[in-house]
């Protein structure tokens, strides 16, 4: 009997321990941070020779990064992040990439993903995509009359309409529901391209464990860390951000 209140003893510690850490990551992370210069890397990297190494070589390609809050999901919330980011500058891409979600709706029926949760968080991504391209009649009116005022100037015009709509979808990232609403679709898209594949990723996972029970415990539950095998199958779903 002591030995089961000791161990019961334990598991609580470890549970307080563990939400003691996450409060203290919620604290110190945003979910989508605000925007650095890519050389901070160095420093912070100045002792680890590997990472150094790869910290220059992102300068050559890259001027600035956003970090995303260390909790198991920030793989999934930059690569979506940084699609929808390009897509508030590239209403093209946004049609490229909205018909590529529906043909995956589509695959994932087929699949035999239960319909009724998929398709609330499928409707809530599409809806996204929509807002980062969409004008409502307000905002119409409202950058009419800056267009007439600004017409002598037309780029600080661009500057103001994409800061707005850029910090809309800064907010809208930042906010733990919507966001985890749109990782939790990012999760279904990869555990989707994972079991389309299934012959190929078998060889990938460890243990006896089939693709199923994989995707079922390691790719759909929020917060379950990424490797990369979660990786290569989001990559295969044609977001250009990767």
Known sequence: MAETNAGVVQDEMIQKQKEAIEKEIQAEHKLIGDVEDVSVLENQFANDPVFLKNATQLQKNHKALRRTRPDG????????????????????EAKRFKKCVEEAKEEMIKQGFPVFTMEDFYDNFVDQIDSVTSVSDEEKSTKYCTLRNLLSNLCSLLIIFFSSRL?????????????????????????????????????FLDGEVDVHTFCALEVEPMFRESDIVHVHALS???ISSF
Request: proline share 2%; with cysteine; glycine share 4%.
């Open 73 to 92: 999901n920030c793989m999934y919330r930059a690569v979506a992040y940084g699609q929808f980011e390009r897509m508030l500058h590239d209403p093209e």
């Open 236 to 238: 295969k779903v044609n």
């Open 167 to 203: 910090n809309e979808l800064i907010e809208v990232f930042n906010d733990e529901g919507q966001s985890n609403y749109l990782v939790a679709f990012m999760r279904l898209l990869t555990s989707m391209q994972i079991k389309k594949e299934a012959d190929l990723y078998i060889n």
